[in-house]
């Protein structure tokens, strides 16, 4: 069935790197712009990335803009999320969502406007 799994996620240090990713399964990717959103606990969901896989185009909020990177591969129908430098602000469980049409924006805000979601990873970044 459609479905969608994060991993990667887990306890780093300050200014260490994570690797999340995002394995569809029942659909594919390359139709769908994907999402990676976060939320911390007391805070508001956050839009982290969005990438639509078709023609590879990004986009980031402004707190991880030069630390985090989204990639796709096609052929195994996944999504990266690559972070590095990491701080503690960035502790939070990590979901990634797709959706059949684009990435939406509002200002540098991405919108978690998506039909599909996982079930999130957790991200703890602490000493």
């Known amino acids: 069935q459609v479905q969608l799994v994060e991993s990667g996620g887990g306890l780093v240090q300050p200014g260490g790197s994570l690797r999340l990713s995002c394995a569809a399964s029942?659909?594919?990717?390359?139709?769908?712009?994907v999402g990676w959103f976060r939320q911390a606990p007391g805070k508001e969901r956050e839009g982290v990335s969005c990438i639509t896989v078709s023609d590879g185009t990004t986009y980031y909020s402004d707190s991880v803009k030069g630390r985090f990177t989204v990639s796709k591969d096609i052929a195994k129908n996944t999504v990266y999320l690559q972070m590095n430098n990491l701080k503690p602000e960035d502790t939070a469980v990590y979901y990634c969502a797709a959706d059949p049409s684009t990435c939406v924006r509002i200002g540098t805000n991405i919108m978690a406007i998506m039909d599909y979601w996982g079930k999130g990873t957790p991200v703890t970044v602490s000493s």
């Open positions: 029942g659909f594919t990717l390359n139709d769908y712009a």
